[in-house]
């Protein structure tokens, strides 16, 4: 059956709407209304089927109850379920002389006047159903009206599938940006190695919650780069961010500045001051070398910790503080505690996340770049043209220890880019500290770093007597010039 040209250019517009809208729900109550509209009709749903489901669930519904749309107590439901069969349309114009809906209860109880009810056909399958009836004496429904709707259910079945592919793909996008996020999104961390990036992971797992860290690591690792880079990528990053190094502050002092107090509390208080805590609230209080605090202390911030309200010294009111804790430490706190300098209950506190910083000798991948890193922002401050690093240079980089981690890479950059005089950073510009003064042997190095600290220590004990350093290693003396020129050991 032809469609009538009224249909035909109702089509071309519902077409070009209702394959502009992109969100699945929106669309089919569009989808819903067109087709009431265009009808006639009164009443209306559509079913369909979710993806790995053998049933159809009902989406939208007009003039139907909502709590009983699913069970078709107001529809003809041997209507739908014929449709969902034989996967055909039916339309019917006067259902009261229409001897198959005789013994429909549903048709007779409720009126109904005109059915329509068309699949939703994609590649041959059926993914759901547009259902519509109408109960006035004139129905609106005619011999165009199911070619009009078989039309129209093409149309929307393409829609709906474009939809769902849409939003499938913003989900998708979502995830993908989250996972970007995790690993990459940081840009204050620079890192390359497989250590770095479980760490990277680590912190965009904590980003959106509250959660105590404790970032653990040697001295120069980087850890309040770590805090603040949690803080400033997550919710909180415009709230203050409160740094407090409990080893630098001293301990008599350490209550006032982290609990504030009020005036009078002391000789010298002259007014009220708010602490450290309270000034973080709404942001993130980041206390450094939590392994110092006092046992006095620590009483009081697991008291925080669990009522999350202060007193001020002085005070008899508490104050409730809305603050992260991030805290970090180079040392080995369940040690601490099983030599009863720090609360075994305090640490569970502190101790539900926990992000290991992997010293720079275990990330030698990221040499390179944090060395470049640096260079960018020396060669900048000092205002000189230094572009990279010769090979002997960066091989000398990579094959030093590292026992002041990236605080001391940092520091040999900077002084490399004030020494140098050509473009490139060349091996003696870089100065190192001595081995044998200041690389111990310690848990987790490779064999290489260790037999590179043994040999230098030898070296010194016969006073670079290369001779004698092979005879006591039990080594030739040819591995020993070998080494000494590919590790740089004087």
Not at 369 to 380: D, M, P, R, T
Request: with cysteine; proline share 3%; glycine share 6%.
């Amino acid at each position: 059956m032809k469609i009538s040209e009224r249909y035909l250019t109702a089509l071309l517009e519902i077409s070009q709407e209702i394959n502009s809208i992109q969100n699945p729900n929106t669309l089919l109550e569009r989808i819903l209304e067109i087709a009431l509209q265009q009808l006639s009709a009164e009443r209306g749903f559509i079913l369909l089927r979710e993806d790995g489901d053998t049933e159809l669930i009902p989406k939208v519904a007009r003039n139907i109850d909502p709590e009983q749309k699913s069970d078709f107590s107001e529809i003809s439901s041997s209507v739908v379920e014929k449709v969902i069969k034989t996967q055909q349309p039916i339309l019917t114009y006067d259902v009261q002389e229409d001897s198959s809906f005789d013994a429909s209860e549903s048709v007779l109880l409720h009126e109904i006047r005109s059915i329509a009810c068309v699949p939703l056909m994609l590649k041959g399958q059926l993914i759901g159903v547009i259902y519509i009836d109408s109960r006035g004496k004139t129905a609106g429904f005619d011999k165009q009206s199911l070619a009009f709707l078989e039309a129209f259910a093409n149309q929307s079945a393409i829609a709906i599938e474009n939809a769902r592919l849409m939003e499938s793909l913003r989900s998708e996008n979502e995830l993908l940006k989250g996972e970007f996020h995790r690993i990459y999104a940081f840009k204050e961390i620079i890192a390359r190695s497989k250590s770095m990036e479980q760490v990277l992971q680590l912190m965009g797992k904590v980003l959106s919650n509250t959660a105590v860290v404790l970032i653990t690591g040697e001295t120069g690792t980087g850890k309040e780069l770590v805090a603040r880079a949690i803080h400033y990528n997550g919710p909180r990053k415009d709230k203050p961010f409160v740094p407090v190094n409990c080893a630098a502050i001293p301990e008599n002092l350490l209550e006032s500045e982290l609990f504030g107090y009020k005036k009078g509390a002391f000789t010298g208080a002259a007014t009220d001051k708010k602490g450290l805590i309270e000034l973080a609230n709404g942001g993130t209080l980041f206390l450094d070398e939590i392994g110092e605090l006092p046992l006095s202390l620590q009483v009081k911030l697991l008291r925080f910790l669990q009522e999350r309200e202060i007193m001020r010294l002085g005070d008899e009111r508490p104050i409730k503080v809305d603050v992260r804790i991030i805290t970090a430490t180079h040392r080995n706190l369940k040690q601490e505690v099983t030599e009863g300098r720090f609360r075994e209950d305090l640490f569970y506190r502190l101790n539900v996340i926990e992000i290991h910083l992997p010293p720079l000798r275990e990330r030698k991948k990221d040499i390179p770049l944090l060395a470049q890193h640096f260079l960018k922002k020396y060669s900048k401050q000092t205002d000189k043209q230094v572009k990279g690093f010769t090979p002997e240079a960066l091989d000398k980089l990579i094959n030093y220890a590292w026992p002041g981690n990236v605080r001391e890479l940092e520091n040999t950059i900077e002084r490399a880019v004030i020494l140098a005089s050509h473009q490139f950073i060349e091996e003696e510009d870089i100065v190192l500290s001595s081995v044998a003064d200041n690389s111990e042997i310690e848990p987790g190095m490779t064999l290489e770093e260790v037999s590179r600290i043994l040999l230098q220590k030898t070296l010194n004990a016969f006073d670079g007597n290369k001779t004698k350093a092979a005879e006591a290693m039990g080594v030739s003396l040819r591995w020993v010039h070998y080494k000494m020129k590919e590790w740089n050991l004087s």
